[in-house]
């Protein structure tokens, strides 16, 4: 039964990649308006491949609200659509994902901000954009971790880079916490030296995957430097991280 839900659900996949990619070429050229537009359509497609593959995600907040920095835990590379189908937004992956099947294509197709932590020159440019991209308006995705835990206990300490563009222009910071239900954590969460296509195929089997999606009260830099707002933002998060665990028993 598992074997012929993944092969159904792959086919499904490969469809759905189809439409939507001829969709997002309609206004893949031009510029910041351009931009926006795939940030919807990123949208529209992640609630597609969220649908496809069993992904039900229960929002605790108000994401109607959300604007600028959205801050979140990592578990796994499908923290990418819990996020996005639920917010239009562009995110900042490592450049590495762009040779991903089905969700490095996903990510292409939405303008993301590639993110290449091994070139200073790189990073220079990353901050330049992800400065203007907030300027424009549009919600930006960053996992602050720097890469995903197992979920137990604390929060992984924050790297504080990504908050130099809030500082810097004052945007709003958005936290938002992820949580797997307690049933799929364990397949869920991809860390450490798990290999990613056995991670998907086992995924791609499971008969749905439940995500709790916790959107916190939004918060301003505050004059604060990227340290210290780093620090502040991940106590605030990580202590309501904590108490969810305690809540559900994790």
Not at 27 to 34: M, P, S
Request: net charge positive.
């Amino acid at each position: 039964m598992a074997c012929l839900r993944r092969l159904w659900r792959l086919s499904l996949l490969a469809l759905w990649f189809f439409v939507m990619t001829f969709y997002a070429l309609l206004t893949c050229v031009g510029g910041w308006r351009a931009t926006q537009a795939q940030t919807r359509k990123a949208k529209v497609w992640a609630r597609g491949i969220a649908r496809i593959i069993g992904l039900r995600v229960r929002v605790h907040g108000d994401p109607e609200a959300v604007s600028g920095l959205v801050v979140s835990n990592h578990l796994s590379y499908m923290d990418i659509l819990t996020l996005g189908s639920v917010f239009p937004l562009r995110f900042t992956p490592k450049s590495d994902i762009r040779a991903w099947p089905f969700l490095g294509w996903f990510i292409i197709l939405s303008r993301p901000i590639w993110v290449d932590r091994n070139s200073r020159q790189s990073a220079a440019r990353t901050g330049e954009e992800v400065e203007a991209t907030l300027r424009h308006g549009m919600n930006l995705a960053v996992f602050p971790e720097g890469t995903s835990g197992d979920g137990e206990g604390e929060l992984l300490p924050f790297k504080s880079a990504v908050f130099e563009a809030a500082v810097r222009g004052g945007f709003d910071i958005q936290p938002a916490l992820i949580r797997y239900h307690e049933d799929f954590t364990g397949q869920v969460a991809w860390f450490g030296d798990a290999t990613l296509l056995p991670h998907v195929w086992r995924l791609l089997g499971l008969p749905r995957v439940e995500a709790d999606l916790y959107v916190l009260p939004p918060l301003r830099p505050e004059g604060r430097d990227r340290k210290a707002l780093s620090e502040h933002v991940r106590g605030i998060m990580n202590a309501r991280y904590l108490e969810l665990g305690a809540s559900n028993g994790g």
